[in-house]
């Protein structure tokens, strides 16, 4: 097997930092009432571990995992549930954490899937978006970096289940 080409695009140091400006201006939206943290399985486990631990104490940590599937070369914009939630989000303060908004299907389906639940508030943030991507609109309220149309990996980022544990960012040069 080649080993795998990447070019750095964020340090661990960059993403921390910037973790860090969004949990101040998450913090300043949803105040110190309790907030429910909804992880969208695999890609946000880092993410949402960070992040999570700048936000004070009233927070519950749930998670979601979907799988969206391609019909040919064109997305059918279909989603699945893999795994629901395991509590109700009814009259809660609810923030979606993604690892990544690419074509926007999975927050968008994500985001009117759980509207049906009644929360209280539902915002959502992502640690990366690719606008060029954007195949739908899915509107989330806090961004990390939005990132040109690459493939990237690493801080929970998979190509083909590898990558994940990587502490930074990276652009995959030679996916096989
Ligand atoms: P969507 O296209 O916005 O629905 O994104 C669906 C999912 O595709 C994301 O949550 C990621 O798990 C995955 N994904 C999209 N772009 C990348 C990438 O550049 N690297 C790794 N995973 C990605």
Redesign the pocket.
């Given at each position: 097997m080649t080993e795998p080409q990447l070019d750095i695009l964020y340090t661990e140091d960059q993403i921390q930092a910037r973790i860090k400006d969004l949990s101040l201006q998450i913090r300043r939206d949803y105040g110190d009432e309790p907030m429910v943290l909804i992880g969208?399985l695999k890609?946000s486990l880092m993410f949402l571990a960070d992040l999570s631990r700048h936000l004070g104490h009233q927070v519950r940590i749930d998670f979601m995992q979907l799988s969206?599937y391609e019909g040919g070369t064109s997305s059918t914009g279909v989603v699945q549930i893999r795994k629901d939630l395991d509590q109700t989000i009814e009259g809660e303060r609810v923030l979606i954490v993604?690892?990544?908004?690419?074509?926007?299907?999975?927050?968008a389906h994500l985001r009117e899937l759980l509207m049906t639940r009644h929360p209280s508030m539902l915002r959502a943030v992502s640690l990366l978006r690719?606008p060029e991507?954007a195949k739908v609109e899915?509107t989330c309220e806090y961004v990390g970096f939005e990132i040109p149309n690459?493939?990237?990996?690493g801080y929970g980022?998979?190509?083909r289940e590898r990558f994940r544990n990587l502490p930074y960012i990276g652009i995959l040069l030679n996916p096989d």
């Open positions: 969208v890609g969206s993604e690892d990544i908004v690419d074509t926007g299907l999975t927050l690719k991507a899915a690459q493939f990237v990996v980022l998979d190509y």
